[in-house]
């Protein structure tokens, strides 16, 4: 079926450093998700993004909706140790009749 | 408010135990259900869904199946486990199909 592919697979950063994850797609998508796994725990939505361009922030964190409708990114700014967790990126496809399409996660580690 | 139950949230069976886990959403009609499974921290890999009462979409033949026997009920079996089994899994529910997923805390199982 239809995957994302989503970079990096893990990072290793340290406390206070800027974080950058993408996601890209072969196909054309009307919304991309991300979401954020902690350990033990379901994926929470993070950010919603609904048009080619859109640039939305939720806190610390930026998402925007790639031109191409083919991409998108995920940057977390001065990252903080309960940043840790997994990072999901999920796009819809414009006809809107099929499951949401996951990416593989980033797995993000903060070093205090 | 709405919200989703998913339970047990650990459970140990030996392999060729049958299996039952169930999921249900409250303050929402006819949503869509979703089951996935996360293997190690891995990717989510979509089992089963379903858009109504009923009707279940199979993503991937294996030894599990779905029902919803009830409109904000969805429950995973199996009737004989594998070793393969293992693993952690999430239900999920969207007021639209395939967009804006609302997961679980999950049940993670492992078969011994």
């Known amino acids: 079926g239809q995957q994302l592919n989503q970079s990096p697979q893990s990072m290793f950063i340290q406390e206070g450093e800027d974080v950058s994850m993408n996601c890209t797609s072969s196909s054309i998508f009307n919304t991309w998700l991300w979401y954020k796994q902690e350990p033990g725990e379901g994926p929470v939505l993070l950010i919603a993004?609904?048009?080619?361009?859109e640039l939305t922030s939720n806190g610390r964190l930026t998402a925007q909706f790639g031109i191409t409708r083919k991409d998108s990114f995920l940057n977390i700014s001065a990252s903080i140790p309960s940043d840790v967790g997994i990072y999901f990126c999920?796009?819809?496809?414009?006809?809107?009749?099929?499951?949401?399409?996951f990416g593989k996660g980033t797995r993000l580690s903060v070093i205090a | 408010s709405q919200t989703i139950h998913q339970w047990p949230a650990t459970l140990v069976q030996p392999v060729g135990s049958p299996l039952s886990l169930e999921c249900t959403v409250e303050?929402?009609?006819?949503?869509?259900l979703y089951w996935y499974r996360q293997a190690a921290g891995r990717g989510l890999q979509l089992l089963f869904y379903?858009?109504?009462?009923?009707?279940i979409s199979s993503e991937v033949p294996q030894n599990l199946s779905a029902s919803r026997p009830q409109d904000r009920q969805f429950i995973l079996s199996s009737k004989k486990l594998l070793l393969s089994d293992s693993g952690f899994y999430l239900c999920?529910?969207?007021?639209?199909f395939g967009y804006g997923y609302t997961f679980g805390s999950g049940t993670r199982l492992t078969v011994v």
């Open positions: 993004l609904y048009k080619a361009g």
């Open positions: 379903s858009v109504g009462i009923g009707q």
């Open positions: 999920a529910w969207s007021v639209v």
């Open positions: 303050g929402t009609s006819n949503p869509n």
């Open positions: 999920a796009g819809r496809f414009q006809s809107g009749n099929t499951p949401l399409v």
